[in-house]
Every structure is written in C-alpha cells, then in structure tokens.
C-alpha cells in the first residue's frame, strides 16, 4: 500500500530554535517529492525533490531527498512565530496521476 | 488512520459535458472539506470550503454555479463541473478536516482533461 508518513505529528518549539520535520514514503513509481506549508487559504508550495542528496534552499528553510532511505527532512533554522503552520509531505506517483499526502506536522513556535 | 478516497483519479470528457469527482472519507467523519486546484508549479488553489449540510463557501474568483459542490453527508463530498471547457483542465484535490481531528486528510486527487 502506498503510504507517506510525516513525524512528529506535532512540535513545539521557541523562537530561534532550530526544528527538522521528518516525511518517509513508500510508493510505487516515485517520481518527486514536494513540501508544502499549509496556513489558511492553500497549502503553499516550498520545495520539490526529485534528486538524492541535493538540498534544496530558500531562506531559512532547507531540504533534502534520500531515495536510499526513502525520506525527506525539512530543516528550518531561526524559527520565527511566523513559521507557525502544518507542514505536508506529499508524494505524486506519476505523471498526471495520483498523489499521496502525508498528515503533516503541526508547528507551533512560542515567542 | 484516516483515508479520503477520491475518484476517479483520471477523466477526460468533451468540452460542454459535466463531470463529478467524488471524495469519501473512510473511517472518520468530515465536517469540513475542501476543494483545490492545482497550478503549474505545484502550486495549489483553495476553491471552495464546505461543510456537511450547508452551502459551501466559493473563494473569490471561483464560479460556484460552474464548480458545483455538494456535502451532502458526513463521509462524501462531489464537485461537478458544468459544461467543462479545455481551461478547466487541470488536477483536482479534496481535503477533509475532522472536528475530533487536528489534520487534514488530502485525496489523491483527479486529473480532468477536457478536449
């Protein structure tokens, strides 16, 4: 069955701590892997991965693919409140076909 | 753990038909689902919001009488779309929100090719 799991299903942290959400997949046909940092309106897009050991980065957030361990890390560094979001793992299987989401994790930063 | 399945997963229909995608949640029931459109560049739009026995809530921009949406009950949600033309091709997801649940559970969404 294919699956995406996302962990820790929540997180809480401090200010300026640095966290690192975790997303592991096991899907037929990988083709990438996306991260998206969901607040209102839509899950926003942040990165795609399709190369292992590639880190991909913008700002204070970073993430790489490991296809050997079929996972993704997001790493986000100087945590601001403004960071304050679910952030989902989601996995298209191939092209013009099904994606699978994970549950996401709930990131809460204390001021 | 929670499962929305949403079907079909691939349709194409001929410009002036209607089409219905369906999501149902499993095991949990749905207050809340919504209904996006994804976007070149991964990118995802939020279109519409309903809940279970009430109108949904259309995002601005989004034609409700073109988009329309039912939630009927607790585990189905449809989204018809009316008289399909060539630019409302594009992939659809459905995400469902439990009260008892924190998350959000995504379908795996429906590619619609209107030719």
């Known amino acids: 069955e294919d699956k995406v799991v996302q962990s820790p299903l929540s997180l809480v942290v401090h200010e300026g701590d640095t966290v690192t959400l975790n997303c592991s997949y096991e899907?037929?046909?990988?083709?990438?892997l996306l991260w998206y940092k969901q607040e209102k309106k839509a899950p926003t897009f942040l990165f795609m991965l399709?190369?292992?050991?590639i880190e991909k980065k913008s700002g204070r957030l970073s993430s790489i693919l490991d296809k050997k361990e079929l996972s993704s890390i997001l790493n986000i560094t100087a945590t601001q409140t403004g960071d304050s979001a679910i952030y989902l793992c989601a996995v298209p299987m191939n092209r013009d076909d099904k994606i699978i989401f994970g549950k996401g994790t709930r990131l809460h930063i204390l001021p | 753990g929670a499962v929305v399945s949403q079907h079909p997963s691939r349709v194409i229909c001929k410009s002036g038909t209607s089409v219905k995608i369906e999501c149902r949640s499993l095991d949990f029931q749905a207050t809340t689902m919504f209904w996006y459109r994804q976007f070149p560049k991964q990118s995802l739009m939020l279109m519409a919001t309903s809940n279970e026995g009430s109108k949904a809530t259309y995002e601005q921009g989004v034609e409700k009488d073109k988009f329309l949406i039912n939630h009927a009950s607790l585990t189905l949600s449809t989204l018809t779309v009316t008289s399909a033309h060539p630019e409302d091709s594009s992939f659809y997801i459905c995400s469902a929100h439990s009260d008892l649940d924190y998350g959000y559970t995504f379908g795996s969404g429906t590619r619609l090719t209107v030719v």
């Open positions: 899907v037929t046909n990988f083709r990438s």
């Open positions: 399709t190369s292992s050991g």
